[in-house]
């Protein structure tokens, strides 16, 4: 049996293991609420592809509407130069790595992507999007707060504010 390599190399990564569930907020600049809705995240690490990450999440709003998508991380580097995980799929082309030290008790990871064109998307419709994110986890990782910063050319345009906990 092959192990997942990326729950080695990535620990503080490989820590997001599981089923999370919790809310995005999104927020213009000042603050005010544009849209917020319920997540359900699916993090796998499968042992017959090392390098790889899969991630399904699952989003239901107040009014009914439904979202259910699945995209897959592969990750790279080396001892030396560190590790990341690239992912392209149709909604983003990114990047995502650990920051080298805890910062507390807090597992830290970040994430940069471009968004691509997905039409009436809410609430930032914006394809040309670069939206950076940061998650941090509780040392037992059970819970989790992530930040996306949404900016267009150079200029922050909203955040996206996420709060989860692990439920298996």
Known sequence: MVLNLVKTKMPQHGGSEGIWEG??????????ELDRHKCRLTHIFPDDRPNDYDQRNQYEWADGRTEDFKFSFTMTGDDETGYKMGFENERSKGLVWEEPLRIGDLATIRVSWHRTNIEGYTPFDVPSAMIHELIQMDKDYKHRGRVWQWYLDGELIGRTIIKERRVG
């Open 23 to 32: 809310e995005y907020i999104y927020q213009d600049v000042q603050g005010k």
